[in-house]
């Protein structure tokens, strides 16, 4: 199994759709889950942080599951500027915290 | 308020020469983190320094790579006798400590001809 397993994409969809994306990890002790946005030959940057109770900001939704180790994004009313990869991240847990471990992205293409 | 800087953008080398990538991290941040990119893969973590530290070197290829954050400037990966596939986007990203989230610089673009 992966180490972090996203939906291989890629997603294209109108403006105005919802858009979720769904990502699998496999490390148990991982602490910290993230979904990162990286546009084409950028920099990833952070989207959010991801909590076990599930965390909304703006348009966008993030859930996480421990039992399953699944972690979700969900993107309402969908934007031009939402046009992206979407980088699914969680942490080595325990003493490695500091290391990431990326997902391979999932690519989103908002249509006008 | 500078993020992470990382010099040069692009930078091209023939095989068996050097590549020395630079980072400077976010005012503040103490913590340094190398990842690399390759084509069509996720970023994957290569080590990990604070100042005049090397913490975790766990992803660093056995040969050839090296990775240092001096007390004064900023941190070198530096890559001898390159070959084709260190063609990758390496990316540095910097924390104030080790469980913050990281942010990353724009990324070195390497290609080796």
């Known amino acids: 199994r992966k180490e972090v397993e996203q939906d291989p994409g890629p997603f294209n969809v109108p403006e105005g759709a919802t858009v979720a994306f769904n990502c699998t990890y496999s490390?148990?002790?991982?602490?910290?889950f993230f979904w990162y946005r990286q546009d084409c030959r950028k920099e990833p940057k952070l989207l959010m942080s991801?909590?076990?109770s599930g965390n909304e900001d703006g348009r966008f939704t993030a859930q996480l599951n421990r039992a399953s180790q699944y972690i979700s994004l969900l993107i309402r009313d969908s934007k031009l500027s939402d046009s992206a990869t979407y980088l699914c991240?969680?942490?080595?847990?325990?003493?490695?915290?500091?290391?990431?471990?990326f997902g391979k992205g999932t690519l989103l293409t908002v249509n006008p | 308020n500078a993020g992470v800087m990382q010099n040069p953008r692009h930078l091209v080398r023939r095989r068996g020469q050097e590549a020395r990538l630079r980072c400077s991290p976010m005012k503040g941040h103490s913590h340094v983190y190398w990842y690399r990119q390759l084509p069509e893969e996720g970023l994957k973590f290569m080590v990990y320094?604070?100042?005049?530290?090397?913490?975790?070197e766990s992803g660093m290829p056995k040969e050839r790579f090296s990775a240092e954050f001096p007390k004064e400037g900023p941190s070198i990966l530096r890559i001898q006798q390159v070959v084709r596939g260190d063609s990758a986007a390496y990316f540095c990203?910097?924390?104030?400590?080790?469980?913050?989230?990281?942010?990353f610089g724009d990324g070195t673009r390497l290609s080796i001809l």
């Open positions: 991801v909590y076990s």
């Open positions: 991240v969680v942490n080595g847990g325990g003493g490695s915290n500091y290391k990431l471990t």
């Open positions: 990203a910097s924390s104030p400590d080790r469980a913050s989230p990281q942010h």
């Open positions: 320094l604070q100042k005049e530290n090397i913490i975790d």
């Open positions: 490390n148990s002790a991982s602490q910290s």
